[in-house]
């Protein structure tokens, strides 16, 4: 019985064998039979390059390389004196009305909201105020008390060429009515500090409106605030979000070259392939002894309303003369001693170009020869074009 089993053990071990041996064959037919057959489909993708000349190399239409190829078309543009400086937008106090109130009261309606474009004398909020529901009937009663006096004097008169009505009378109605004559005019000027801008009134609710055309950007105004003089913040910010001011924080040792309207560049993480224009309208007169800067102040045209007031930016001042091809660093070549850059010349095809660099930065460099304005240069690959080209040239 014994040896039967083993038998059997020896049968199954032996035939376990074999099925091993036939997967490995079969896995091997398989592999081999695909080693030399089509390519999978992301590889079949793959367009292979080919050398125009020792310094250009072009792709087929849809290869896929080209997805990890970006160009652009950069204009000549002036060198900044300096590297790239700390800078922030902020409102342009020329065109800003911050509105708060000079009285007490309680806001009662809201009719602007943050971002609604307003006209001037448009609504914005109507105050219910107690001061100007006093300060209005104590110039009612003053011009009241005024006119009863008014006819006193004009009835005395009349009796004091008959005598019918004593000097010391006579004087005493002059200076009644010319008491109340001030304080008629004392109330008017009471309501008036109440109203500088001249406010609707409407019995004691006020129409809070804007006084310039804009945007509100701003608004701490909520339904039944109370509200009363020197409050910390304004209930409105209205401005005109299409000018800008740029403030700059500039080195002590650039004071003497920037000028009142210098042009300024300007750049943004936002919007990294846009650049603004800004030009100096104040130069700095203190510097922080801290920072060792002084606030430079620049006017920004805002016109397409990218730029936001409080946004952080960089800024560059440029140069009255001196211009260059500004390109990102990413896209320079560097083979040794020399400096090249890759040129679109035609679609898939680029060319390998040596320049001179008049100013490098930290992100991005300016190339003052080997490249003409408006040229499509490759901004993003560039390392790539370079490897597929060595590859194919041996570096010649």
């Given at each position: 019985m014994h040896y039967l089993n083993q038998m059997n053990r020896s049968k199954l071990l032996g035939l376990s064998l074999v099925v091993l041996v036939a997967v490995i064959l079969v896995g091997w037919f398989f592999l081999g039979s695909h080693k030399n057959g089509p390519p999978p489909p992301a590889m079949a993708a793959l367009s292979e390059p080919r050398a125009v000349n020792s310094g250009s190399i072009k792709f087929e239409a849809g290869a896929q390389q080209l997805?990890?190829?970006?160009?652009?078309?950069?204009?000549?543009?002036?060198?900044?004196?300096?590297?790239?400086?700390s800078a922030r937008i902020a409102y342009d106090d020329d065109v800003t009305a911050r509105i708060s109130t000079s009285f007490s009261g309680r806001i009662v309606e809201i009719k602007?909201?943050?971002?609604?474009?307003?006209?001037?004398?448009?609504?914005?909020?109507v105050i219910?105020?107690?001061?100007?529901?006093?300060?209005?009937?104590?110039?009612?009663?003053?011009?009241?008390?005024?006119?009863?006096?008014?006819?006193?004097?004009?009835?005395?008169?009349?009796?004091?060429?008959?005598?019918?009505?004593?000097?010391?009378?006579?004087?005493?109605?002059?200076?009644?009515?010319?008491?109340?004559?001030?304080?008629?005019a004392r109330a008017e000027q009471r309501l008036k500090n109440l109203n500088p801008h001249?406010?609707?009134?409407?019995?004691?609710?006020?129409?809070?409106?804007?006084?310039?055309?804009g945007v509100v950007t701003e608004r701490n105004a909520t339904p039944a605030l109370e509200v009363s003089p020197g409050m910390a913040a304004p209930l409105f910010v209205v401005t005109d979000t299409k000018r800008l001011w740029l403030q700059i924080d500039l080195p002590e040792t650039l004071l003497g070259r920037v000028k009142l309207g210098s042009e300024v560049a300007v750049s943004n993480d936002a919007f990294p392939d846009q650049r603004f224009l800004a030009k100096i309208i104040q130069l700095g007169q203190v510097i922080n002894p801290n920072t060792r800067r002084a606030n430079v102040l620049a006017r920004i045209d805002n016109t397409?309303?990218?730029?936001?007031?409080?946004?952080?930016?960089?800024?560059?001042?440029?140069q009255q003369n001196g211009e260059g091809v500004?390109?990102?660093?990413?896209?320079?070549?560097?083979?040794g001693i020399y400096t090249y850059v890759?040129?679109?010349?035609?679609?898939?095809?680029?060319?390998l170009r040596q320049v001179k660099l008049v100013k490098r930065g930290i992100d991005f460099s300016y190339v003052g020869e080997g490249l003409k304005g408006d040229e499509r240069v490759v901004t993003k690959g560039a390392l790539l074009l370079d490897a597929e080209l060595i590859a194919l040239t041996g570096g010649k």
């Amino acid at each position: 019985m014994h040896y039967l089993n083993q038998m059997n053990r020896s049968k199954l071990l032996g035939l376990s064998l074999v099925v091993l041996v036939a997967v490995i064959l079969v896995g091997w037919f398989f592999l081999g039979s695909h080693k030399n057959g089509p390519p999978p489909p992301a590889m079949a993708a793959l367009s292979e390059p080919r050398a125009v000349n020792s310094g250009s190399i072009k792709f087929e239409a849809g290869a896929q390389q080209l997805a990890l190829v970006r160009t652009q078309s950069i204009p000549i543009s002036p060198v900044p004196m300096a590297d790239e400086l700390s800078a922030r937008i902020a409102y342009d106090d020329d065109v800003t009305a911050r509105i708060s109130t000079s009285f007490s009261g309680r806001i009662v309606e809201i009719k602007a909201a943050p971002g609604d474009r307003v006209k001037a004398g448009q609504v914005l909020a109507v105050i219910d105020s107690p001061d100007f529901g006093l300060a209005q009937a104590d110039l009612n009663k003053a011009r009241a008390d005024e006119k009863r006096k008014a006819l006193a004097v004009k009835r005395a008169k009349d009796l004091v060429p008959g005598e019918a009505i004593s000097t010391r009378d006579w004087e005493t109605v002059q200076a009644d009515y010319a008491q109340s004559q001030a304080e008629t005019a004392r109330a008017e000027q009471r309501l008036k500090n109440l109203n500088p801008h001249d406010l609707i009134i409407k019995g004691q609710r006020v129409i809070l409106a804007s006084p310039i055309d804009g945007v509100v950007t701003e608004r701490n105004a909520t339904p039944a605030l109370e509200v009363s003089p020197g409050m910390a913040a304004p209930l409105f910010v209205v401005t005109d979000t299409k000018r800008l001011w740029l403030q700059i924080d500039l080195p002590e040792t650039l004071l003497g070259r920037v000028k009142l309207g210098s042009e300024v560049a300007v750049s943004n993480d936002a919007f990294p392939d846009q650049r603004f224009l800004a030009k100096i309208i104040q130069l700095g007169q203190v510097i922080n002894p801290n920072t060792r800067r002084a606030n430079v102040l620049a006017r920004i045209d805002n016109t397409d309303g990218k730029l936001l007031p409080e946004m952080f930016v960089r800024a560059s001042v440029l140069q009255q003369n001196g211009e260059g091809v500004r390109v990102p660093n990413e896209a320079l070549v560097i083979r040794g001693i020399y400096t090249y850059v890759f040129v679109e010349t035609n679609p898939g095809e680029f060319t390998l170009r040596q320049v001179k660099l008049v100013k490098r930065g930290i992100d991005f460099s300016y190339v003052g020869e080997g490249l003409k304005g408006d040229e499509r240069v490759v901004t993003k690959g560039a390392l790539l074009l370079d490897a597929e080209l060595i590859a194919l040239t041996g570096g010649k």
